[in-house]
């Protein structure tokens, strides 16, 4: 099944928008931990954010924040003021515990325009 | 610091031959892991070492094979070359253990079989 669930595969944002990339996970741990990471062209991945299934607080890093609903199982990123910069692949990614691997989704290729 | 560093960064290699690549992680990350990604099947997990020893191992034939020394480098080696092995090879480290440890990825290798 499933463990991670991207299901926009492409998506536009007009420059200077926020733009919210969904992101949904299957599991049955109590302890787990969300991740997304930026795969521009050049083919490296770039950590963005994390957040913790006991977080209280939703995560932010800069102009990117996770909007993580538990009941949901849902953990999706929001960018704010996107930039030209930020057209790229996005992949949502899970770890549960007991040192499992980090699983990821089917990833969303957003396109930033002018 | 220095990154996760992988080589060589592309290899063009013929149906039935071997291939090694290498991976340098971050000095003191004793986790290193491997994918591979494809346009099909996005990103999938190979196997992660942990003090030289083999801690995960996703579902790939044993042509696929890996191996952790003792300054945490890695390689993995893929023997009998088939087409369909033509990938972006990704490693990623981490310092292991908990949840909000992320992971650092290499640039990739990406590997074309003709």
């Known amino acids: 099944a499933q463990k991670i669930t991207q299901t926009q595969p492409g998506m536009f944002v007009q420059e200077k928008e926020a733009v919210t990339l969904d992101c949904t996970y299957d599991?049955?741990?109590?302890?787990?931990?969300l991740f997304w990471y930026k795969q521009p062209s050049s083919g490296e991945m770039i950590f963005l954010i994390y957040?913790?299934?006991?977080?209280?607080q939703n995560a932010t890093e800069g102009r990117y924040s996770l909007n993580f609903q538990k009941a949901r199982k849902s953990a999706n990123l929001v960018i704010s003021a996107s930039q030209l910069g930020d057209s790229a692949m996005y992949f949502c990614?899970?770890?549960?515990?007991?040192?499992?691997?980090?699983?990821f989704g089917k990833g969303t290729r957003l396109s930033v325009i002018a | 610091k220095a990154g996760v560093t992988q080589t060589p960064r592309y290899l063009i290699k013929t149906r039935g031959q071997q291939v090694t690549l290498s991976c340098s992680p971050i000095?003191?990350?004793?986790?290193v892991s491997w994918y591979q990604q494809t346009p099909g099947q996005g990103l999938q997990f190979l196997f992660e070492?942990?003090?030289?020893?083999?801690?995960n191992k996703g579902n790939f034939p044993g042509r696929f094979s890996g191996r952790q020394f003792s300054n945490s480098r890695s390689e993995m080696n893929v023997s009998t070359l088939e087409l369909g092995d033509s990938a972006l090879y990704l490693c990623?480290?981490?310092?292991?253990?908990?949840?909000?440890?992320?992971?650092?990825f290499g640039s990739g290798t990406r590997l074309t079989v003709v």
């Open positions: 990623a480290s981490s310092l292991g253990g908990a949840l909000d440890y992320g992971y650092t």
């Open positions: 599991t049955s741990d109590q302890s787990y931990g």
């Open positions: 957040q913790g299934s006991y977080d209280e």
């Open positions: 990614a899970m770890r549960e515990t007991g040192n499992t691997p980090l699983v």
């Open positions: 000095s003191g990350h004793r986790s």
């Open positions: 070492y942990f003090s030289e020893t083999q801690r």
